[in-house]
């Protein structure tokens, strides 16, 4: 590992330190979470209200030094709230793009399903391209750029589930779920959320943020490892119960992820404990049973279950 | 387990269908052609029915139909049994079945139904050709019947794991076919086939019949001597002798038939010679008819056959299937004690006709009978005579005298009938001899072709009995020297007996020795031959220890080859050096890792049950990750080092 | 007596598989001495095919029909092999079934791992007369796993009994088969009623407060805006008197704690009334609302979500009385 690597990963686990500190006994969430932004994937968070998902969003974007937006979605939110409009200056005598809240550089979307199905694709669409084309003008979106998008597990009245294809554009799905009894404990006893992150401090640039994604390509990925990444991609795709498998995107992105874990534990190679780490979050929204049209997240770790490590 | 009333699909049926076409083919050319066509195009119909189709017909029609070509068969053969109707019985069931086969169960009963019609398609013929088509058919069947049974197969691996599954059964199918106990005759007795052949005639002959056979160049019989071969000019085969002569033909004494047929075998004339014996080995092709071709003159003739009268070799039976045998001949003969009744016989001719030849042998009556002989074949030599395959037509009634007298072109019948009359016109006792005269050294063997027909005459001596004359040889002498294609003009020779275009022959002739070797070998495999065989092998009889011991010792070795093999293909595939190192590690541990478990969840388990152990199973699991995932394969043996020095759970 | 003596082999058959083919946790690989074979119908068929080549041959004296015969017997031995090395040296091993109600088919995930580089094919699982499942083929250096139905009758764990796999690949000649019982349990709920009366309304708090489970969202409170708000949640009031934009804050019933208790039923049987808690447990899961569940001495505090869902009905499962 390079100094320069090494220099990247210990600001990394400072940042990570500093979330632990204000998210209380969810280390391994918060770690996928990280391998998520270093995996240049999106993050999708599926729990009630008042777990945390907003502070972490905000946590995040504070320790990684990057410039944070929050939209709540809702049914009247149009695509043109969210990207921004084209305005008429009478001035300048034309047309002067007023960029929306999604030009930032984590953007949080909260309850994404609860917006139409036409202002979901316009964010999907955003995340997928990295850029807002209004009237014919592309508008590059800053880099870094990630989403955190939350949405209620149970689909209610009023809301919109998010067809399989836009689930596939996110790169993990996590659930950050009640704090244990200990955290809790803590939590109800110690300093206010509000204060602790207004405390944080940026551990790196999103310069840095950006060479730490670069450099988790230069992790070995051995044969043994891509046999075992293949064999458990088809095994979503033969089995019966899920009505369709995982995408060759979901697979390239289980790559990329298994490499930015094995480089958060400090390793120059991936292992299969890395695959194991994180199939879960990135094949769990995307099983749907074939008989609900749900998805269960027990069925990734099944699998991995029953899925013989080569 | 496959279930075997799932329906079919089209595909299966196409499959069938042109499996079945395959098999049926060697059948469908050996029925008469209107029956062919029938059922050729029944089959194209069935093939070409949608399983949609082919569930709607009722299975009533299947047995009308049934009948209907039932009735066909009738037609074509009389009969419903036996050789030629119980194959087309068999064919045409098999064409029926394709139309009612709608299940799996009814495409495993038909794929039974090819395999046989396969089988019995060696009652046409044994040639190589039909035994190659017979094991393609064979590939073609398996391959059908895997696709019946997997169709997830793709047609190449099927095709090729078909092939592979034919050539594992030869060697088994070898070893059965030399030591599987041969019976001596029929399990129980067979109508004989009615098939018409070429070739020489025991019945009569006519001026022309052996002409006719010139044109043919398929071979007779192969001949492989013991001991060095004789002067191609001194081999005569004998074949039938004829008697008695109505102006126009030529006729045997006794009929083949009974009653006559066992006075043929009485008062035997006595054979003396000298030189010595010339042992060989006839593989006759079969030309349906109960003689059997022998050098002039057999004195060891082999089992089951006889020595008739007029010295003809019979055999009990027409020879229907390729046969072989084994005989000793002098070259130089003479005959004794030879019947009154025989020698009266072979004076006798026509009341009248013929009044020329007649006048010219009466010149020749104050000679002594041998001067009369060589009168008679002076008499051919200088008056003219040509030697030709293609004579003027005779059709006058004195055929002899226009021969003799006017057209004086002639083939061996002409001459050898010519010269018998003239000789009994001239009182010396005379027949006709007919068989094959020389045959082409092939290798170690000897070809004589129907091409080598001939004809030839003999007299009676009151010093040396029946002598051979042959009046062709004082005509065309290169015929008997040197062969018919000296003799002849070429264009009217066959192909195989001609002198040029040499290299194709050649390598005809080089296919034949192969040829030769099956018919021995393959073919004419029978109950002498395997005997000879085993007793090589030192096996005396079928019931001694040395058989059983190599029948059982010999399949043993073939199924345990083949088992062990097939163990050997299907081995697991090999593991790489750290996965081995890391079983060694469950083996010492005694703990089985699970396959979905990770090494290092592994490692934590391991470590939970022996805590002594779990920094050094740390260390281990460190350097099997590098080893396997880091590919630094410098630390391998410091992986196996470690799980060497690890202490073995006692056993308790 | 033929009952008795029926009954008798059957118990020794049943003695002889169990000493056989003891179950086993993990890998079960099948080994020689547990794999049987015999002819199936078909190849008794081909067989008597032969059988006829012979006698025909012998009688007509057919040297080449001989050879066909015995073809016929190389080629069956040939297939004979490839049929017992078809299955010889699988591995099978149970994965875990996903828990169903009782009366529906339980689903065992079996594994069939192939270790060689040959593909095995046609591979056929049942349980006793149950309906087969196949995997047609097993590639080389593959897994494939097969669903085992088991119809499911009460509640509790229900392990996967022994199974036959067979196989008649590759020409159907020949059967080829084993026994296996690997370890593996399902755990069956209980059969949800059908039907079952209204979720109770509310339920008892620690206070022994009621609430009302209303239809629509109710008032809880006011954040500040963001972009996206809807307009008409904003609360003028409020906002005119802070500095800020605030907007209204509306709560859903689902936090509110409904609690489904067994000793609160009394009417019914035991089954029927864990039947009615496992209807209501999927209820108010569906609705999306947090309850719990008291079942005698045993409490699981309200909670909401899939791992709750499965952890109230593997308590209602489980329970002994």
């Given amino acids: 590992m390079s100094p320069q690597s090494r220099e990247l990963l210990q600001r990394l686990h400072a940042a990570e330190q500093q979330l632990n500190g204000i998210i209380l006994g969810k280390a391994p969430t918060l770690r996928l979470a990280l391998v998520c932004l270093l995996a240049q994937g999106h993050l999708l968070i599926e729990d009630v209200p008042g777990v945390g998902k907003t502070t972490l969003a905000h946590a995040l974007a504070t320790v990684l030094g990057l410039k944070f937006a929050r939209v709540q979605f809702t049914s009247d939110l149009l695509p043109a709230d969210l990207l921004g409009v084209s305005v008429y200056e009478r001035q300048t005598e034309q047309f002067r793009f007023h960029p929306g809240p999604i030009f930032t550089q984590l953007l949080l979307a909260d309850e994404i399903n609860r917006a139409t199905p036409k202002t979901q694709s316009a964010l999907l669409e955003a995340m997928a391209e990295q850029q807002v084309t209004i009237d014919g003008q592309s508008n590059p979106l800053p880099k870094p750029f990630f989403v955190i998008a939350t949405q209620n597990p149970q689909n209610q009245i009023g809301t919109f589930a998010l067809p399989e294809s836009q689930l596939d554009r996110f790169l993990l799905r996590l659930e950050l779920g009640y704090p244990d009894a200990r955290a809790e404990r803590a939590l109800l006893t110690g300093q206010s959320r509000r204060d602790l992150l207004a405390g944080l401090q940026p551990a790196l640039t999103p310069a840095q943020l950006l060479a730490a994604q670069r450099t988790i390509e230069d992790i070995k990925l051995a044969e043994p490892v891509l046999d075992y990444i293949q064999a458990l991609i088809a095994a979503t795709r033969e089995d019966q119960r899920f009505s369709c498998g995982l995408s060759p995107r979901a697979a390239l992105g289980l790559v990329q992820a298994c490499k930015a874990a094995a480089w958060l534990a400090n390793r120059s190679m991936v292992i299969p404990e890395d695959v194991q780490q994180v199939f879960p979050a990135l094949a769990g929204h995307r099983l749907l049973l074939r008989q609900s049209g749900r998805a269960d997240p027990h069925c990734a770790l099944q699998l991995l279950r029953v899925v013989a490590i080569p | ?652 | 007596m033929w009952a008795n003596l029926k009954a008798a082999l059957l118990a020794y058959w049943q003695r002889f598989l169990s000493r056989q083919h003891p179950a086993q946790a993990g890998r079960l690989i099948i080994r020689h001495q547990r794999l049987y074979i015999l002819p199936s119908v078909y190849g008794v068929g081909y067989g008597l095919v032969a059988l006829t080549m012979l006698v025909g041959a012998l009688n007509y004296q057919l040297s080449l029909g001989f050879f066909f015969c015995f073809l016929l017997l190389g080629i069956a031995h040939a297939i004979l092999l490839r049929s017992y090395a078809n299955l010889l040296g699988m591995a099978i091993s149970a994965g875990e079934a996903q828990a169903v109600f009782a009366g529906e088919d339980a689903l065992f995930p079996i594994l069939l791992h192939n270790d060689k580089t040959q593909p095995r094919l046609g591979i056929t699982l049942q349980l006793g007369q149950g309906e087969p499942v196949q995997c047609e083929l097993l590639a080389g250096q593959s897994h494939q796993q097969l669903l085992l139905p088991l119809a499911t009758h009460q509640r509790g764990w229900l392990s996967l009994p022994r199974f036959t796999i067979a196989s008649s690949a590759p020409l159907g000649l020949f059967r080829c088969w084993t026994y296996a019982e690997v370890a593996s349990q399902v755990l069956v709920y209980p059969q949800p009623e059908e039907n079952p009366p209204p979720l109770p309304v509310g339920g008892q708090q620690g206070d022994g407060q009621q609430l009302v489970a209303a239809g629509q969202d109710d008032f809880a409170g006011l954040r500040s805006f963001q972009r996206g708000d809807a307009l008409h949640d904003i609360a003028w009031k409020q906002s005119a008197r802070s500095n800020e934009l605030l907007i209204r804050q509306y709560q859903s019933p689902q936090s509110e704690q409904l609690w489904l208790s067994l000793s609160a039923l009394t009417q019914l049987p035991l089954e029927g009334r864990l039947s009615r808690l496992c209807a209501w447990a999927m209820q108010a899961h569906a609705a999306g609302r947090s309850y719990g569940l008291e079942l005698g001495s045993q409490q699981i505090p309200p909670g909401h979500g899939h791992a709750h869902l499965h952890q109230c009905l593997r308590a209602l499962a489980e329970y002994a009385g």
């Fill in chain 2, 1 to 652: 387990m496959v279930k075997a009333h799932t329906l079919l699909a089209l595909q299966h049926q196409q499959w069938l269908s042109i499996t079945l076409a395959i098999c049926s083919l060697p059948h469908l050319v050996q029925q008469p052609p209107w029956l062919a066509a029938c059922l050729a195009l029944v089959l194209l119909v069935f093939s070409s029915l949608s399983p949609d189709w082919r569930s709607r017909i009722p299975r009533w029609s299947t047995w009308l139909l049934a009948g209907v070509v039932a009735t066909l068969v009738w037609q074509a053969h009389n009969t419903l049994v036996g050789r030629e109707g119980g194959v087309a019985v068999l064919l045409a069931l098999a064409i029926v079945k394709l139309l009612e086969t709608r299940t799996r169960r009814d495409a495993r009963a038909l794929l039974l139904l090819m395999f046989l019609l396969t089988g019995v398609a060696f009652l046409h013929g044994q040639e190589p050709w039909q035994a190659a088509y017979a094991l393609l058919a064979s590939v073609a069947i398996i391959a059908c019947a895997q696709h019946i049974e997997n169709q997830i197969l793709p047609l190449g691996n099927n095709l090729k794991a078909s092939g592979r599954i034919l050539l594992e059964g030869i060697p088994i199918a070898i070893l059965l076919f030399v030591l599987f106990p041969r019976l001596p005759s029929p399990l129980w007795a067979v109508p004989d086939s009615q098939q018409a052949r070429t070739g020489l005639s025991g019945e009569a002959m006519t001026p022309g019949n052996i002409a006719n056979l010139i044109q043919d160049d398929s071979i007779a019989f192969r001949v492989s001597f013991q001991g060095p071969a004789p002067d191609s000019a001194a081999l005569y085969w004998r074949g039938p002798v004829f008697d008695d002569f109505d102006g126009e033909q030529w006729k045997p004494a006794y009929a083949e038939t009974a009653p006559q047929a066992a006075i043929r075998f009485t008062q035997v004339p006595q054979i003396s010679g000298e030189g010595p014996g010339i042992q060989y080995t006839i593989t006759l092709e079969p030309n349906q008819q109960p003689w059997l071709l022998a050098l002039d003159m057999p004195v060891q003739i082999p089992a089951g056959t006889a020595l008739s009268n007029r010295l003809q070799l019979i055999n009990p039976s027409p020879i229907t299937e390729r046969k072989r045998y084994t005989a000793t001949s002098l070259l130089r003969w003479q005959t004794r004690h030879d019947t009154d009744e025989q020698i009266m016989r072979s004076l006798t001719l026509p009341v009248a006709g013929n009044p020329q030849a007649r006048a010219l042998a009466s010149r020749w009556a104050s000679l002594p009978p041998a001067a009369r002989v060589q009168a008679g074949l002076q008499w051919l030599q200088t008056q003219g005579y040509r030697y030709t395959l293609s004579p003027p037509l005779l059709q006058s009634r004195d055929r002899v005298d226009e021969f003799l007298f006017q057209s004086k072109l002639g083939f061996c019948e002409h001459y050898a009938s010519a010269f018998a009359f003239l000789m009994r016109a001239a009182q010396v006792p005379a027949r006709v001899v007919t068989g094959y005269q020389g045959g082409k050294a092939n290798g170690d063997y000897w070809i004589v072709r129907q091409a080598e027909a001939h004809a030839w005459v003999e007299v009676w001596l009151a010093e040396q009995g029946w002598q051979r004359v042959d009046p062709t040889f004082v005509v065309a002498p290169s015929r008997i020297n040197e062969g018919l294609a000296n003799a002849v003009n070429t264009a009217e020779l066959p192909f195989m007996l001609r002198n040029d275009n040499a290299w194709l022959r050649l390598a005809r002739l080089r296919l034949d020795v192969l040829v030769n070797h099956w018919n021995q070998w393959v073919v004419g495999f029978d109950q002498q031959k395997q005997q000879d065989l085993l007793k090589k092998l030192g096996i005396e009889d079928f019931l001694s220890l040395s058989f059983l011991a190599w029948l059982f010792g010999g399949l043993l070795l073939t199924l345990g080859g083949f088992a062990g093999w097939l163990l050997y293909k299907h081995r697991p595939a090999r593991l790489d050096a750290p996965s081995r190192a890391l079983r060694q590690l469950e083996r010492k541990l005694q703990l089985p890792r699970e396959p979905s478990e990770t090494v290092s969840d592994y490692l934590a388990r391991a470590s939970s049950q022996r805590p002594s152990l779990a920094r050094r199973l740390q260390q281990i699991g460190a350097l099997y990750l590098a080893c396997r995932y880091a590919e630094q394969a410098e630390k391998l043996g410091a992986l196996r080092r470690a799980i060497a020095a690890l202490p073995a759970r006692s056993r308790r």
